[in-house]
């Protein structure tokens, strides 16, 4: 390492060369941050960096594959490090959002003087052909859903290291469970939040495009109160021509399993059921404060066997709360939740009227 280092590995793509001296000191910021998380991880990383931003984009770029590898265990550099982009475009990089599976997005502002406007930036992290191909539809998919409620798309491109982007409008918001959990939101409110949810999934559904991972995570709320889904990184297109080119194992790298459905874990043929079970699985989590398969052990065999215990059961808020949920509340999240998908709600668009006539009698 006397000369430097290609920090890389197993066909990932060497974003830059570090000297030895410039390694250890990233070491010695990674072990600061052990201790840290959140928005607590941020500010202590900005001020062990100080003015030094190589040494803070390095940083930024290990903790993103933070889910791949564990960065504080690492003694050398046998790992793939993809540096943090500077600008994207016309667009310069303020600070890493998220980090997922497939891609770390950033949130970006104009980098000329044309005129002041955020953006979430959302870039691959891997030079996987396939990741690759999946990250190149899902921008074409995100290209033909222009709806007030998915967060839409803006431009995108390559950069000069060959990875693809896709630039999206910047969502300033709480994940829907945080939201409602903050505010302590009686049943109704979550309720019409949830419909808009369906709203956004109905309108990708009659583009014939599945999202298959429909999750507390991927909604956001703005301080308007306002949904937007978000992610559609392992969305299906029901076209006929794409079903054949479906990459299984790829996708399995990145389905959240909590959320997913009996014939996802199966992995038999997605449907517009799948996101049916999904949004039961949101709408019982927002509704009770846990997960239907709450203290399973075995949560792919709790899903495909066990039957969740009525929502009215087991929410927070005591008797008063749970008096609205038992019957109609109980029946549409059965109903949602069915294992077989023959037995769930055809369409979103059915369930949402379902909850739509229970807020309006």
């Known amino acids: 390492m006397a000369n430097g280092t290609a920090v890389a590995a197993k066909g990932i793509r060497v974003a830059r060369t570090i000297t030895s001296r410039q390694w250890q000191r990233l070491k010695r910021v990674l072990e600061e941050l052990e201790d840290y998380s959140g928005t607590a991880r941020e500010t202590k990383l900005r001020s062990v960096c100080g003015e ?6 390095d940083a930024i770029s290990l903790l993103a594959r933070e889910s791949q590898i ?3 265990e690492t003694a050398s550099a046998p790992f793939e490090m993809l540096a943090a982009p500077l600008c994207v475009d016309r667009y310069r990089i303020v600070r890493l959002l998220g980090s997922g599976g497939m891609a770390d997005v950033y949130l970006a502002e104009r980098a000329d003087d044309e005129y002041q406007k955020q953006v979430a930036i959302k870039v691959i992290n891997s030079s996987d052909p396939r990741l690759v191909a999946r990250f190149r539809r899902e921008r074409q998919i995100l290209a033909a859903l222009d709806h007030p409620f998915i967060a839409r798309l803006l431009d995108g491109g390559t950069m000069s290291d060959g990875r693809p982007y896709l630039v999206m409008e910047y969502v300033e918001g709480q994940r829907i469970d945080e939201y409602v959990a903050a505010r302590q939101a009686p049943v109704r409110e979550i309720l019409r939040l949830f419909v808009d949810v369906c709203d956004a999934v109905q309108f990708a559904h009659q583009k014939l495009v599945v999202h298959r991972d429909l999750k ?5 709320v703005t301080a308007t109160g306002q949904i937007k889904l978000l992610d559609f990184g392992i969305a299906k297109v029901l076209a006929p021509e794409e079903g054949a080119a479906e990459m ?13 459905s009996p014939e996802q874990l199966r992995g038999d043929p997605v449907t517009t059921a799948t996101d049916v079970y999904s949004l039961g699985v949101l709408l019982y989590r927002l509704l009770t404060g846990r997960s239907p398969y709450a203290g399973a052990r075995d949560i792919a065999r709790a899903i495909a066997e066990d039957e969740p215990p009525a929502a009215s059961t087991v929410c927070e808020g005591g008797a008063a709360k749970a008096k609205l949920l038992k019957g109609d509340l109980d029946n549409i999240l059965a109903k949602a939740l069915a294992k077989d998908a023959a037995k769930r709600y055809g369409t979103v668009s059915e369930f949402a009227t379902d909850i739509r006539n229970y807020l309006y009698g």
């Open 216 to 220: 507390s995570g991927n909604v956001l």
């Open 248 to 260: 299984t194992q790829v996708y399995e790298r990145v389905l959240t399993p909590s959320n997913a």
């Open 52 to 57: 030094d931003e190589t040494l803070y984009r």
């Open 70 to 72: 564990d960065v504080f």
